[in-house]
């Protein structure tokens, strides 16, 4: 359908909500009078407005003094409540709207979670509004660019407590209940309201006037002293950087036992899964720990960008997300450099992004948004990852410091208010004089990412460009691409702008290294001259490149090989000159390509006669750092060699090291049985090991210890090993565990995500996803969840004959998310062209 239809139109804005609630946890039902002040901008006999599954009780409109009682539609596809009235109005009126609805168990809108305190089932009330769920707790104008003041009280039982975005104003009491009243907010979009109702514990601090506070249910306050240190530390963080104050007086960061996401920005009451939340010393892994500080340092950043200043629609989605992703890691790098987090940076956003948008199926970061559906789908590597990737780009061409005053011209100019790309590059073309919006359009406007060429002639290197995509010639797009070369070991990298199809750049003819994208700066992949490429390697086996060209190098070469562009014998034997490599980036990169082509081919006829090859022909490295780091953690120890150690162990696993899969089991049964205790940097491995290796036995024991840990992260764990097991019988127990009231349902795609990831699984996965589907296909209501298990599901097969009852299937049960199922059929049909190209190649390389 056209964006109009589903748009609202732009003649009646609201100016303030008043939302008087109700909230009734014992009944999950909610209920409320509302009152919309308004302003009709050209004379009208109809106002439209968004609303989903409430029910409306009644509706009436003041307008010059005079009730008006108008006729009310809803138009439940397009989620537009129609209210006509029999004349036409102009000028500021108010909309007065009764009605209620359920706390729906969706974990969209205003919905229950629950937790278990003493033994007893216990419930609270909390929101997501993002994308288009506000909707669903009140009739609103629920679009970003209509901006309002939202007074807000909530009436509850007595006993409990009540958080929205701003300081409370008053409570009265009457008898069993209380109302709590908050302050105005300032003006903001609808999707940044929250609402919270339940037995919460409160840790407190402050920075100057601004009060901070971490919020749980009873019994994890202790869990929060972490985060709340880190909301302060880059609280302040993004005040100075930014040379914007943060303009409320509190700021809340809630731990929920149900939630949808990892976290949302609501202004002032910032919601997070409490996997993402809760700290423990003694029981927090170094990688959780991490993620913490990411997760809590990306929402504070969207205090400033997002829910300031806010995208004017959807398509620019980006400008929030993308931002928040490059400014988590800038301010987690401040305080914990020793975390080294640009190269985290490389592996969790830019690899993840140039994977996603070497697809057909891929979309420009500055996407066209027609329905709310679509807005679900957006979440993604582009419009999180590529965005902040390209930021991470544009900061290094122009320099950092005239990057940062850039973005403080942007979010001065616009806060309270709306923007769009185009306010952001002028802010930046502003203070840089460089032609930035030419130069980004070029990145936003148009899908994918190019792969540049570089060949040498004498004193001249000849570089070109060309869409790097999977089965598919694109010779047409153009970037303009800021080129960073680093040339032998010169202490000053070349920059400039390959702004043409080619560009010839004059070097000095003495020169015998060349490494274009020094430092994986850019958002491309680089193919080299056979030639050039063995000098490099050369370089890279003695490690005089940085780990991040490394990476590069490595990286770009084994996509390459996927998509069909350098054979798979010639992948491995490259991978020979990586064996000295000892940096975490570098190495776990290598580790997911070999499990990507166990992944693929390990079904084929021919796999298990080159298996005992294939398993020790990268082993060495892993080995050796095994030998170096062992089994247990050293106090005071480098995050680095935390992060080597658990990969180390698990290829070893993988590689079914004998020694390394014996203690692994034993250091499982010691701690079930209570003998031993094991260190949240290990047990990730040694739960990998255990379910790899595991009987029924296992399964019933790490069932058991899902059911009786209070750990948010060993609960993870659990779920994500219980994929990994090799027999049949206990897989198909772990596809009906997943959906299974004993697991929560945003947690059910860690299941479900496992077993995908596992060979042995894939007839198995199939003949449960269709026996489920009924079940699966009611997750479409809770958006991301969905998404993640399809995508999941889809990916995972690697045969025309899969392809074709993959497709039968979806023909028959049709999904509204489009993007991510085709998404998913390219990166199956990539797995079906690679191994069709190279089983024979793989066979003959370890025969």
């Not at 920075?207 to 019994?219: A, D, K, Q, Y």
């Not at 750990?711 to 049949?728: D, H, N, P, S, W």
Request: with cysteine; charged share 25%; hydrophobic share 40%.
């Amino acid at each position: 359908m056209p964006a109009k239809e589903f748009k609202l139109p732009t003649n009646v804005r609201p100016i303030n909500y008043e939302l008087s609630f109700q909230v009734d946890l014992s009944k999950f039902r909610f209920s409320c009078k509302e009152v919309i002040h308004v302003n009709i901008a050209r004379s009208t006999s109809v106002v439209k407005l968004n609303a989903d599954d409430l029910d409306i009780k009644g509706v009436r409109l003041v307008h010059n003094n005079k009730i008006i009682k108008p006729k009310v539609k809803f138009d439940k596809e397009r989620e537009i409540l129609e209210i006509a009235f029999n004349e036409k109005i102009k000028g500021n009126a108010k909309l007065l709207i009764d009605f209620s609805g359920k706390l729906n168990d969706n974990l969209l809108g205003f919905y229950r979670s629950k937790y278990v305190q003493d033994g007893e089932t216990r419930y609270l009330a909390t929101t997501q509004f993002e994308a288009p769920y506000a909707r669903r707790c009140f009739p609103c104008f629920d679009e970003p660019e209509y901006k309002a003041t939202f007074n807000v009280s909530m009436e509850i039982d007595k006993n409990l407590q009540a958080v929205s975005n701003m300081p409370i104003k008053q409570e009265i009491i009457r008898g069993g209940k209380k109302t709590v009243q908050f302050e105005a907010t300032p003006k903001m979009s609808t999707y940044l309201l929250y609402l919270g109702v339940g037995d919460f514990e409160f840790l407190e601090d402050r920075l100057g006037s601004i009060e901070i506070r971490f919020v749980s249910v009873p019994g994890k306050k202790d869990q929060g002293m972490f985060a709340l240190s880190l909301a302060k530390k880059f609280l302040d963080f993004f005040q100075k950087y930014s040379g914007v104050p943060y303009p409320l007086p509190k700021l809340d960061i809630i731990a929920l036992p149900d939630f949808i996401v990892g976290a949302m920005e609501n202004w002032g009451a910032i919601t997070f899964r409490e996997l993402y939340l809760l700290y423990d010393t003694k029981t927090t892994s170094t990688a959780v720990k991490k993620r913490i500080a990411m997760i809590i340092a990306h929402e504070l950043w969207h205090q400033w960008s997002g829910d300031l200043v806010t995208m004017k629609w959807w398509n620019d989605l980006w400008l929030n997300e993308s931002f928040a992703t490059f400014m988590a890691y800038k301010a987690v790098n401040a305080f914990f450099p020793e975390w080294e987090m640009w190269e985290e940076f490389i592996r969790d956003e830019t690899e993840r992004a140039l994977d996603d948008d070497s697809l057909k199926a891929t979309h420009p970061i500055d996407v066209k948004v027609e329905n709310p559906h679509q807005i679900e789908e957006l979440f993604d590597a582009i419009s999180y990852s590529k965005g902040g990737s390209i930021l991470r780009m544009i900061e290094k061409y122009l320099g950092e410091e005239t990057f940062r005053k850039g973005v403080s011209n942007y979010l001065s100019q616009n806060k309270y208010s709306n923007a769009t790309s185009e306010d952001l590059w002028v802010s930046l073309s502003k203070v840089s004089n460089q032609p930035v919006k030419k130069i980004m359009s070029s990145w936003i406007k148009q899908a994918g990412y190019p792969l540049v060429g570089a060949t040498r002639q004498n004193n001249k290197l000849i570089l070109s460009q060309h869409r790097f995509v999977f089965n598919q010639t694109d010779n047409k797009t153009k970037w303009m691409i800021p080129v960073v070369i680093k040339a032998d070991n010169s202490s000053d990298p070349l920059a400039g702008l390959l702004d043409k199809k080619e560009k010839q750049i004059r070097i000095d003819q003495s020169i015998s290294q060349i490494k274009i994208n020094y430092n994986q700066t850019g958002f491309y992949r680089v193919k080299y001259p056979d030639a050039h490429l063995a000098n490099l390697l050369s370089f890279i086996s003695m490690k005089h490149l940085s780990s991040l060209d490394r990476w590069g190098i490595q990286n770009d070469y084994y996509k390459m090989c996927l998509n069909g562009d350098v054979q798979l014998d010639k992948y491995l034997e490259f991978l020979k000159s990586y064996r000295n490599d000892d940096n975490f980036l570098v190495l776990s990169s290598i580790y997911g390509s070999l499990r990507n082509i166990y992944f693929v081919f390990s079904r084929e006829a021919f796999w298990q006669s080159i298996w005992p090859g294939f398993k020790e022909h990268f082993k060495e490295p892993f080995r050796k750092l095994f030998d170096k780091l062992g089994w247990n953690p050293r106090e005071g120890e480098s995050q680095h060699d935390a992060l080597l150690r658990d990969i180390s162990i698990k290829y070893l696993a993988f590689a079914e090291d004998g020694d390394v899969v014996k203690i692994g089991i034993e250091k499982f049964e010691g701690y079930v049985s209570k003998q031993a205790d094991l260190h949240p940097d290990v047990k990730p491995a040694v739960f990998y090991i255990a379910a790899m290796n595991g009987n029924e036995r296992t399964y019933q024991e790490l069932l058991d210890v899902y059911s009786k840990t209070q750990i948010v992260e060993e609960k993870r764990l659990v779920l994500t090993a219980l994929g990994q097991f090799k027999k049949l019988d206990i897989l198909k127990k772990v596809l009906e565990f997943s959906l299974s009231d004993k697991v929560r349902t945003q947690d059910a795609a860690f299941i479900i995500a496992s077993v995908s990831s596992n060979p042995i699984a894939r007839e198995l996965l199939f003949s449960w996803v269709k026996s489920k589907w009924k079940k699966l296909e009611s997750y479409q209501k809770a958006g991301q969840l969905f998404i993640n298990i399809l995508e999941a599901f889809v990916s995972s097969y690697v045969t025309k004959e899969d392809e074709r009852e993959l497709r039968k299937f979806f023909k028959s049960h049709p999904v509204k998310y489009k993007m991510t199922l085709n998404r998913a059929f390219e990166r199956m049909k990539r797995n079906i062209h690679w191994l069709e190209s190279n089983k024979e190649v793989l066979n003959r390389y370890f025969s």
